[in-house]
C-alpha cells in the first residue's frame, strides 16, 4: 500500500504522481519515501504512459528537501556514501524515463525536491510570492549531492548554478524562469491544463547559452574558480565553513565530466556530511525548528497591532509587522517621528516587495496614529518608547484601559524587568515581553519574556505572534538582561576593557573573527551605539558586578557614540568603517580570543544555572540567533560539552588567575555533570 507517493492516470493516458509524505507537514525525501519511489517508478515503467506529472498534494509546497534528521550524528561516512549513490541511481531511472516527464512546483522546492525536479524534461512553477527554489545545503554544511551540481550546470550554466549553490538563496518562479531553471510559470488556476499542454508539446528546453557552456570549459574552470573562492572568502572563511571552498574545487576538477561529478559528489559530500562543521550546523537546523514549533496560529493569530514608539526600535517593529501583512497602527507624540518612521517603512518595503504594488500595500496597512486610536481593535499592543520606568508605567495604565481584555499586551523592554513595569497594571498577569533585536528587519530573535504572574496561555500567544510576523520565539525569564544581553554585555566589555589595556580594536576585532563571530565586539559595539551600551552595562554592572571601562565613558562624555555619530572606538567616512592600522610587529596576547569568550560562556552558565531559559538547547538557539555566536560550533553550551567540561573549566581557572574574579567559574559549571 503506498503511503507517500500516489499514482494515477487519466483519459489522455498522462500518468500524475502524487506526493504527500506521511506523518509529516511537509514533503520530505526520507529513505522510506525514496524506497517507494523507486516502486512507483518499476509501475511506470511498466505501463509506459504518454507522459508523466510529478507534483505535490502538501498545499505549503513541492519537496523540502532530503530529510536532515537521517544526516544528524552516528552516520558513517561509507553510509553516507552508498545513500548518495543510490539516489543517484534512482533519479537516473526518471531522467532515463521514455516519455516525457514534468515537475509541477508550487511553494518551496528545495535542495533534494529540487534535485529531482532536475530529473525532469520540464518544470512548471506556479507564479505566486509564496514559490521559492533553491539550493541551500551550503548552509547544513554541504554542497548538492542528488545530482544537483551536475544537472543544475547543465541545465542553467555553471556561472548561475555556482552562484545558486555558494550562496544557498532562494528564487521566486520569475527568476527562475529567467535563467531557465524553470520552462514556464502560471497561475493556480492554470497550472494543470499548462502542465498536460506542455507535457503533450514536447518543446525541447532552452539550455544555457553558448557564454555560459564555454564557462563550463576547462580553462574557464581554473581562471573562474579563483574568483568564486576570493568571492566566498567576503563572507565566510575556509577553516569554519568548508562546504563552499569544497564545492568550488568540486566543479573546477569535474565539471566537464557528469560522471566524475556523481562519483564526487557521493565522495565530497559524505565526507562534509560527518565533519564537525555540518553536524554542528543541522544542530543549528533543528535548534532552529525546534523555536519554530513554539508558537502556531492555533494559540493566537493576530491581525492587527498598534505600535506605541515612533523612534527607530518602535518605527522598525512597525513596519516589520506590516510588511508579514498585519494591519499596524504607530503612535508616538511628536509626529516627526512618525514621519520618519513612515519613511523608513517605505525604504524597507521598496527593498523587500519591489513592486509597487505590493510596497502600496505594505503601506496602506501602516497608518500613523498620534492619538492612539488604533489601541482599542489591536489584538496586540508592543510599547517601544525609552527605557524609563515611570513613562512606560503611564502609558501601561493607557493602554490597559483601552484595549480589549482578550488582547494582548507587550513590553518591547530591554532591561527594565516585568515586575516593575507590571506594577502600574490592575491585571498584571496579563503583561509579557516581546524583546526585538536592532536591526528589526535582519535580527531572527524575539525574546518572549514572563514574568511570575504571567499567565502561562499568553507565553504561546507571543510566541505565535513571533511566528505570524516570520521571527523566532524565544521563552525567557524575566530577569536582568533576560538571555541574549545579559551573556552578550560580559563578552562586550571584556572586548573594550582589552582596549583599555592598550590592545588595538583590529586586533580584538580580528580574534573574534577568527572565532567565528560574525563581527567584532568592537565593532559591534559602535554599530550599536556606546551610549546604548553605557547605559545597558550600567543596569546590569551592579547586578553581576560587572566593570565598566574607562574609554568606554570617556567617549560618551565626548560625544563619541560610535557610527550614528562617525567616530567611536572607529572612525566612520560617510557611514564606513576606517580602520586603524596595526603595526606589522604586533603581537596580539595568546589568551586574546579566550578573554572573550569565555566571559560568554561563564555567563551562558549562569543563565542555565538560573533557569532564565529551560534547557541548553534553548540557550544555545537564544545566543546563536541573537548575537550571531559562531553557528558551525554549535551554540555555546555545545561549545562547552565539544571541548570537555574539565578542560573549559581549567581554562577559565586560569584566566581567573591571570586577570581577575571576571573568570571565576559560575557555580553552574559543577551541575552540568563530569566535572
Same mark, same amino acid.
Given at each position: 500500500?503506498?503511503?507517500? @507517493?500516489?499514482?494515477?492516470?487519466?483519459?489522455?493516458?498522462?500518468? @500524475?504522481?502524487?506526493?504527500?509524505?506521511?506523518?509529516?507537514?511537509? $514533503?520530505?525525501?526520507?529513505?522510506?519515501?525514496?524506497?517507494?519511489?523507486? =516502486?512507483?517508478?518499476?509501475?511506470?515503467?511498466?505501463?509506459? *504512459?504518454?507522459?508523466?506529472?510529478?507534483?505535490?498534494?502538501?498545499?505549503?509546497?513541492?519537496?523540502?528537501?532530503?530529510?536532515?534528521?537521517?544526516?544528524?550524528?552516528?552516520?558513517?561516512?561509507? +553510509?553516507? +556514501?552508498?545513500?548518495?549513490?543510490?539516489?543517484?541511481?534512482?533519479?537516473?531511472?526518471?531522467?532515463?524515463?521514455?516519455?516525457?516527464?514534468?515537475?509541477?512546483?508550487? %511553494? &518551496?522546492?528545495?535542495?533534494?525536491?529540487?534535485?529531482?525536479?532536475?530529473?525532469?524534461?520540464?518544470?512548471?512553477?506556479?507564479?505566486?510570492?509564496?514559490?521559492?527554489?533553491?539550493?541551500?545545503?551550503?548552509?547544513?554544511?554541504?554542497?548538492?549531492?542528488?545530482?544537483?551540481?551536475?544537472?543544475?550546470?547543465?541545465?542553467?550554466?555553471?556561472?548561475?548554478?555556482?552562484?545558486?549553490?555558494?550562496?544557498?538563496?532562494?528564487?521566486? %518562479?520569475?527568476?527562475?524562469?529567467?535563467?531557465?531553471?524553470?520552462?514556464?510559470?502560471?497561475?493556480?488556476?492554470?497550472?494543470?491544463?499548462?502542465?498536460?499542454?506542455?507535457?503533450?508539446?514536447?518543446?525541447?528546453?532552452?539550455?544555457?547559452?553558448?557564454?555560459?557552456?564555454?564557462?563550463?570549459?576547462?580553462?574557464?574552470?581554473?581562471?573562474?574558480?579563483?574568483?568564486?573562492?576570493? !568571492?566566498?572568502?567576503?563572507?565566510?572563511?575556509?577553516?569554519?565553513?568548508?562546504?563552499?571552498?569544497?564545492?568550488?574545487?568540486?566543479?573546477?576538477?569535474?565539471?566537464?565530466?557528469?560522471?566524475?561529478?556523481?562519483?564526487?559528489?557521493?565522495?565530497?559530500?559524505?565526507?562534509?556530511?560527518?565533519?564537525?562543521?555540518?553536524?554542528?550546523?543541522?544542530?543549528?537546523?533543528?535548534?532552529?525548528?525546534?523555536?519554530?514549533?513554539?508558537?502556531?496560529?492555533?494559540?493566537?493569530?493576530?491581525?492587527?497591532?498598534?505600535?506605541?514608539?515612533?523612534?527607530?526600535?518602535?518605527?522598525?517593529?512597525?513596519?516589520?509587522?506590516?510588511?508579514?501583512?498585519?494591519?499596524?497602527?504607530?503612535?508616538?507624540?511628536?509626529?516627526? &517621528?512618525?514621519?520618519?518612521?513612515?519613511?523608513? #517603512?517605505?525604504?524597507?518595503?521598496?527593498?523587500?516587495?519591489?513592486?509597487?504594488?505590493?510596497?502600496?500595500?505594505?503601506?496602506?496597512?501602516?497608518?500613523?496614529?498620534?492619538?492612539?486610536?488604533?489601541?482599542?481593535?489591536?489584538?496586540?499592543?508592543? !510599547?517601544?518608547?525609552? =527605557?524609563?520606568? +515611570?513613562?512606560?508605567?503611564?502609558?501601561?495604565?493607557?493602554?490597559?484601559?483601552?484595549?480589549?481584555?482578550? #488582547?494582548?499586551?507587550?513590553?518591547?523592554?530591554?532591561?527594565?524587568?516585568?515586575?516593575?513595569?507590571?506594577?502600574?497594571?490592575?491585571?498584571?498577569?496579563?503583561?509579557?515581553?516581546?524583546?526585538?533585536?536592532?536591526?528589526?528587519?535582519?535580527?531572527?530573535?524575539?525574546?518572549?519574556?514572563?514574568?511570575?504572574?504571567?499567565? *502561562?496561555?499568553?507565553?504561546?500567544?507571543?510566541?505565535?505572534?513571533?511566528?505570524?510576523?516570520?521571527?523566532?520565539?524565544?521563552?525567557?525569564?524575566?530577569?536582568?538582561?533576560?538571555?541574549?544581553?545579559?551573556?552578550?554585555?560580559?563578552?562586550?566589555?571584556?572586548?573594550?576593557?582589552?582596549?583599555? +589595556?592598550?590592545?588595538?580594536?583590529?586586533?580584538?576585532?580580528?580574534?573574534?573573527?577568527?572565532?567565528?563571530? *560574525?563581527?567584532?565586539?568592537? !565593532?559591534?559595539?559602535?554599530?550599536?551605539?556606546?551610549?546604548?551600551?553605557?547605559?545597558?552595562?550600567?543596569?546590569?554592572?551592579?547586578?553581576?558586578?560587572?566593570?565598566? *571601562?574607562?574609554?568606554?565613558?570617556?567617549?560618551? =562624555?565626548?560625544?563619541?557614540?560610535?557610527?550614528?555619530?562617525? $567616530?567611536?572606538?572607529?572612525?566612520?567616512?560617510?557611514?564606513?568603517?576606517?580602520?586603524?592600522?596595526?603595526?606589522?610587529?604586533?603581537?596580539?596576547?595568546?589568551?586574546?580570543?579566550?578573554?572573550?569568550?569565555?566571559?560568554?560562556?561563564?555567563?551562558?552558565?549562569?543563565?542555565?544555572?538560573?533557569?532564565?531559559? !529551560?534547557?541548553?538547547?534553548?540557550?544555545?538557539? %537564544?545566543?546563536?540567533?541573537?548575537?550571531?555566536?559562531?553557528?558551525?560550533?554549535?551554540?555555546?553550551?555545545?561549545?562547552?560539552?565539544?571541548?570537555?567540561?574539565?578542560?573549559?573549566?581549567?581554562?577559565? =581557572?586560569?584566566?581567573?588567575?591571570?586577570?581577575?574574579?571576571?573568570?571565576?567559574?559560575?557555580?553552574?559549571?559543577?551541575?552540568?555533570?563530569?566535572?
Amino acid at each position: 500500500m503506498s503511503r507517500h @507517493w500516489r499514482l494515477e492516470q487519466d483519459q489522455r493516458n498522462i500518468a @500524475w504522481l502524487h506526493f504527500a509524505h506521511a506523518d509529516s507537514p511537509v $514533503n520530505i525525501l526520507s529513505q522510506a519515501a525514496f524506497t517507494e519511489l523507486s =516502486e512507483r517508478l518499476d509501475e511506470l515503467e511498466t505501463t509506459q *504512459p504518454k507522459g508523466l506529472i510529478i507534483l505535490s498534494d502538501k498545499p505549503g509546497g513541492f519537496i523540502a528537501g532530503a530529510d536532515v534528521n537521517s544526516f544528524r550524528s552516528g552516520m558513517q561516512q561509507g +553510509e553516507a +556514501e552508498s545513500h548518495i549513490r543510490q539516489v543517484h541511481n534512482l533519479f537516473d531511472r526518471i531522467e532515463a524515463l521514455p516519455f516525457p516527464t514534468l515537475a509541477l512546483i508550487h %511553494g &518551496f522546492c528545495l535542495g533534494g525536491g529540487l534535485e529531482l525536479a532536475l530529473c525532469c524534461d520540464y518544470r512548471l512553477a506556479r507564479d505566486d510570492e509564496s514559490t521559492r527554489l533553491a539550493f541551500p545545503e551550503v548552509k547544513l554544511g554541504i554542497f548538492p549531492g542528488y545530482g544537483g551540481t551536475v544537472r543544475g550546470i547543465r541545465l542553467i550554466g555553471a556561472l548561475p548554478a555556482m552562484q545558486l549553490m555558494l550562496s544557498g538563496r532562494s528564487i521566486s %518562479g520569475r527568476q527562475a524562469k529567467k535563467i531557465g531553471l524553470v520552462d514556464q510559470v502560471a497561475p493556480e488556476r492554470q497550472l494543470k491544463a499548462a502542465a498536460m499542454a506542455i507535457i503533450q508539446r514536447q518543446a525541447p528546453s532552452r539550455g544555457p547559452g553558448v557564454m555560459q557552456r564555454l564557462a563550463n570549459s576547462y580553462p574557464a574552470r581554473q581562471a573562474i574558480a579563483p574568483y568564486l573562492t576570493r !568571492e566566498t572568502a567576503k563572507h565566510a572563511r575556509p577553516e569554519h565553513y568548508p562546504s563552499p571552498y569544497a564545492l568550488i574545487e568540486h566543479w573546477k576538477r569535474h565539471g566537464g565530466d557528469p560522471q566524475a561529478m556523481f562519483r564526487s559528489e557521493a565522495s565530497e559530500v559524505s565526507r562534509l556530511l560527518v565533519g564537525d562543521t555540518a553536524q554542528n550546523l543541522i544542530r543549528v537546523f533543528f535548534l532552529q525548528e525546534r523555536l519554530k514549533s513554539l508558537g502556531s496560529k492555533d494559540d493566537f493569530n493576530p491581525r492587527q497591532v498598534h505600535v506605541v514608539g515612533g523612534g527607530i526600535m518602535g518605527g522598525d517593529i512597525a513596519a516589520w509587522c506590516a510588511l508579514k501583512g498585519l494591519r499596524v497602527t504607530l503612535q508616538d507624540r511628536e509626529a516627526k &517621528f512618525l514621519s520618519k518612521a513612515v519613511a523608513r #517603512a517605505h525604504r524597507l518595503f521598496r527593498r523587500k516587495l519591489r513592486k509597487p504594488r505590493l510596497v502600496q500595500a505594505a503601506m496602506d496597512r501602516l497608518m500613523p496614529d498620534p492619538n492612539g486610536y488604533g489601541v482599542s481593535q489591536a489584538d496586540v499592543a508592543i !510599547e517601544a518608547i525609552f =527605557e524609563d520606568v +515611570e513613562a512606560k508605567q503611564a502609558l501601561f495604565r493607557e493602554l490597559e484601559a483601552g484595549m480589549r481584555p482578550d #488582547a494582548l499586551l507587550a513590553t518591547n523592554t530591554s532591561s527594565i524587568p516585568l515586575e516593575t513595569i507590571g506594577e502600574a497594571l490592575q491585571a498584571p498577569e496579563r503583561l509579557i515581553g516581546l524583546h526585538f533585536f536592532n536591526p528589526v528587519a535582519k535580527m531572527q530573535l524575539i525574546e518572549v519574556v514572563h514574568g511570575e504572574r504571567t499567565d *502561562p496561555d499568553l507565553i504561546h500567544k507571543g510566541a505565535a505572534f513571533a511566528r505570524a510576523i516570520d521571527r523566532l520565539p524565544l521563552p525567557v525569564r524575566s530577569s536582568p538582561g533576560f538571555l541574549v544581553n545579559r551573556i552578550l554585555m560580559p563578552y562586550l566589555l571584556e572586548a573594550l576593557r582589552l582596549v583599555d +589595556e592598550g590592545v588595538p580594536a583590529p586586533a580584538i576585532d580580528r580574534a573574534a573573527a577568527a572565532f567565528g563571530m *560574525p563581527m567584532g565586539p568592537v !565593532e559591534l559595539a559602535d554599530a550599536v551605539g556606546l551610549d546604548i551600551c553605557l547605559a545597558v552595562a550600567k543596569k546590569l554592572a551592579p547586578l553581576f558586578d560587572l566593570r565598566i *571601562p574607562d574609554k568606554l565613558e570617556q567617549r560618551v =562624555e565626548q560625544g563619541q557614540l560610535g557610527k550614528k555619530s562617525g $567616530n567611536g572606538f572607529y572612525r566612520y567616512d560617510k557611514g564606513r568603517m576606517v580602520k586603524q592600522k596595526v603595526a606589522r610587529d604586533y603581537q596580539p596576547p595568546a589568551d586574546l580570543a579566550d578573554r572573550m569568550i569565555f566571559r560568554l560562556l561563564n555567563e551562558s552558565v549562569a543563565c542555565l544555572r538560573e533557569g532564565v531559559v !529551560e534547557d541548553e538547547d534553548l540557550l544555545d538557539a %537564544g545566543v546563536i540567533f541573537g548575537t550571531g555566536y559562531a553557528p558551525f560550533r554549535g551554540g555555546p553550551m555545545h561549545t562547552i560539552h565539544s571541548g570537555g567540561l574539565e578542560q573549559q573549566r581549567q581554562q577559565l =581557572e586560569l584566566l581567573e588567575q591571570r586577570h581577575g574574579n571576571q573568570f571565576h567559574p559560575d557555580a553552574g559549571w559543577a551541575k552540568l555533570g563530569g566535572v
